[in-house]
């Protein structure tokens, strides 16, 4: 049994398996299939400050390897999070981390204010890439100086460890994790989804109600772990990776490319008890390799 | 209820209509609970283009031989390979999934079971599990052509049958909302699976005569167990998920302009 534990800032993980958010719920979905304390974090569903709808069906459509969605953040806001749903999760014995998204940098401050307040949860997740909502979300993970003010404000209100999300839709991801870095994020994970379009041609509409979506699965996989091996190699913080994940094999290239943890979202749709099963598999995988722990094969890729 | 993965040994697949299949599946330990009008989410193994599970809904659960029914329409790739395990194969199951029809308040209580097309396929199990409550429940089934009304034998065993037909050769002529039994009999409820078109007629029909009245929506979904919030339907209470909070909607709850 190899060692799987991961620190990402003061976050201690059991393992380094976690959950995408949005693909996962609340955890509870999935209490029927996987045993929610092995998992290593549950990263839930994405919280803003006000209730959302989101946005209107169709919101999903399928692609070889892969979905689109443009969910557009439905969630009930941060107090009822705080009132109803945290009060229903805080003793689940795993990491329960709250993904945190906004309109504008207020907003994100006074979600993440809230989030601060409850002691079970030790983590926020700062999504700066939602490419489903016409404001905020992916506009302030576009550029360097959106990116650096929204975590700036967040990381004075917010004192326990920050993930930062990042948006593949960018030339260059790694100036940007290099950015937010700086405002001092504790950690980044990437990618959130690829933006996207399907047309249905025999009535020549897009197959989504707002045109484009957010790209996941495993088609993915390969642009993420190459963006993962490139901020890896920039930023000295914790890199979470995530981008198709479907089993260990898949997890370890991202590990091997320079991620400390990972996160497992579209493959939950396939089959809900993939992450224990991944758990198991990188240990698997580490013990028939004589790796006494997770650690010695982070960013262990050698040159071609 | 509780939710299941399980890996079901193919036991039959027949072809009952050339756009249709009936998979019969099992499996050693006995099958779990399972509620009328709730589905499964069904991996689609061997068909390059699919990636997701395809939702199907529960056509029957016969305990005595611990077999569960699909019968699945031949839409698209991936129920066109799903369509082709042999007897011996397995089959990925996530079920049961969604909320399930109302069951009756009591044995006397008049229900009418409304399907069309494949949306007869439910019915099948609701009206098995009316029956033994000790209740008799009343189908009406419409389909385009006679040929196109499946397992007629078994609805037949369970309570009476009316159909109708657009062509003419089975039943009455036309739309099921416009049969003569619903002049005839004043029912205490109806629910119905089918064509949108189908449904919102028949909700109409309900609305005006202040039955009560239930649809099943088969939205497109992805994880169907609520988590993604790909498969929404507007509420009077907001956004619902057909996989969790559906796909059974009561119509009053429902945005539809009936």
Same mark, same amino acid.
């Given at each position: +049994?190899?060692?799987l534990?991961?620190k990402? =800032?003061?976050?201690?993980l059991?393992?380094?398996v976690?959950t ?10 999935f ?5 929610l304390e092995?998992i290593?974090g549950?990263?839930?569903k994405g919280?803003?400050?006000n #209730?959302r709808?989101g946005?209107?069906y169709p919101?999903m459509?399928?692609?070889?390897s892969?979905?689109?969605n443009?969910?557009g953040?439905?969630n009930k806001?941060v107090d009822?999070?705080?009132? #109803?749903?945290?009060?229903e999760?805080?003793d ?10 906004g309109s ?8 993440a204010e ?13 999504n ?5 909502v016409?404001?905020?979300g992916m506009?302030f993970?576009v550029?360097?100086e959106?990116?650096s003010e929204v975590?700036r ?5 917010y004192?326990?460890?920050l993930?930062v ?6 030339t260059?991801?790694?100036s940007?994790a290099?950015?937010?870095e700086?405002?001092?994020?504790d950690s980044?994970s990437?990618?959130?989804?690829l +933006?996207g379009?399907?047309i ?8 989504l ?5 957010? +790209? ?12 993962v091996?490139q901020?890896a190699?920039?930023?000295g913080?914790p890199?979470?990776?995530l981008g198709?994940?479907?089993n260990?094999?898949?997890a370890i290239e991202?590990f091997?490319?320079?991620?400390s943890a990972?996160?497992?979202g579209?493959a ?5 008890a993939?992450?224990v099963?991944?758990?198991n598999g990188?240990?698997e995988w580490?013990d028939? #390799? ?6 010695e094969?982070? =960013?262990?890729?050698?040159d071609? | 209820?509780?939710k299941?993965i399980?890996?079901?040994?193919v036991?039959?697949?027949?072809t009952?209509?050339p756009r249709?299949?009936?998979l019969k599946?099992?499996?050693?330990a006995?099958?779990p %609970?399972m509620?009328?009008?709730q ?5 689609i193994d061997?068909?390059?283009n699919?990636?997701?599970r ?6 029957y ?5 611990n077999q569960i029914?699909f019968l ?8 066109q390979a799903?369509a ?11 079920l ?6 109302t069951?009756?308040?009591?044995p006397a209580?008049?229900?009418l079971?409304?399907g069309?097309g494949v ?7 609701f ?6 409550m ?7 089934l419409?389909?385009?052509?006679a040929?196109?009304l499946l397992e007629?034998?078994m609805?037949?065993e369970l309570?009476?049958?009316y159909?109708t037909t ?5 039943? %009455?002529?036309?739309f099921?909302t416009?049969?003569s ?6 029912f205490?409820r109806i629910s ?6 189908m ?10 005569e202040?039955?009560?009245?239930e649809?099943?929506?088969e939205?497109?979904?992805?994880c169907?167990v609520?988590?993604?919030?790909c ?5 009077a209470?907001? #956004?619902k998920c057909?996989c969790?909070?559906?796909p059974?909607f009561d ?8």
């Open positions: +049994m190899a060692d534990s991961v990402i =800032g003061s976050l201690e059991k393992n380094p976690m995408a958010s949005g693909t996962f719920g609340y955890g509870k979905e209490e029927d299939f996987v045993n092995e290593g549950i990263i839930v919280t803003t400050l #209730h709808e946005n209107a919101r459509v399928e692609t070889p892969g979905m689109l443009c969910v953040l439905q806001g009822y999070f705080c009132e #109803h749903i945290y009060p999760i805080k689940i014995n795993t990491n329960m981390i709250v993904n945190v998204s504008t940098v207020e907003d994100y401050v006074a979600t809230r989030i601060n307040e409850l002691e079970k949860i030790p983590a926020i997740e700062l700066i890439s939602c490419p489903n016409k404001s905020g506009a993970g550029t360097c959106g990116a975590v404000a967040v990381r004075k209100a004192n326990k460890t993930i999300k990042l948006s593949p839709n960018v260059d991801i790694a940007i290099k950015a937010v700086a405002e001092g994020a980044v990437l990618i959130n989804t +933006m379009m399907v249905d041609i025999e009535k020549r509409t897009p197959m109600s707002i045109n484009t979506g957010g +790209m996941s699965g495993p088609a993915v996989r390969p642009v993420a772990v190459r963006m091996w901020v190699k920039a930023v913080i890199v979470i990776g198709g994940i479907m260990a094999h898949d991202f091997m490319a320079g991620a990972i996160e497992i579209t939950n749709f396939i089959d809900p993939v992450t099963k991944v758990k990188i240990n580490l028939a #390799h004589g790796c006494k722990s997770l650690s094969i982070v =960013g262990a890729l050698k071609y | 209820m509780k299941y399980l890996d079901l040994t036991v039959e697949n027949t009952p209509h249709y299949v009936l599946l099992t499996q050693e006995p099958l %609970e509620a009328p009008g589905f499964a989410e069904i991996r061997g068909s390059k699919t990636f997701l395809r939702p199907i809904s529960i056509n659960v016969d305990y005595a031989k029914w699945v329409a031949k839409v698209g790739e991936g129920t799903l082709k395990v042999q007897p011996g194969e397995t089959v990925n199951v996530v049961p999934l969604g909320n399930g029809f069951m009756p308040a009591s209580q008049k229900i079971l409304v069309g949306g007869t396929a439910p019915l099948l199990y009206g098995k599990c009316i029956k033994e000790g209740g008799e429940p009343t189908f009406l419409g389909a385009r052509s040929g196109d007629l034998d609805f037949r309570g009476p049958v159909t657009e062509d003419g050769s089975m039943g %009455e002529k036309g099921v416009q049969h039994i619903l002049k005839e009999v004043r205490d119905t699976c089918g064509p949108k078109p449904m919102v007629s028949v909700a109409r029909y309900a609305k005006t202040g039955i009560a009245c649809v099943s929506l939205n497109k979904m992805a169907g609520g988590a993604c919030l498969c929404v339907e507007g509420t209470e907001g #956004h057909v969790k909070d559906g059974v119509i009053n709850d429902l945005l539809w302009q009936i």
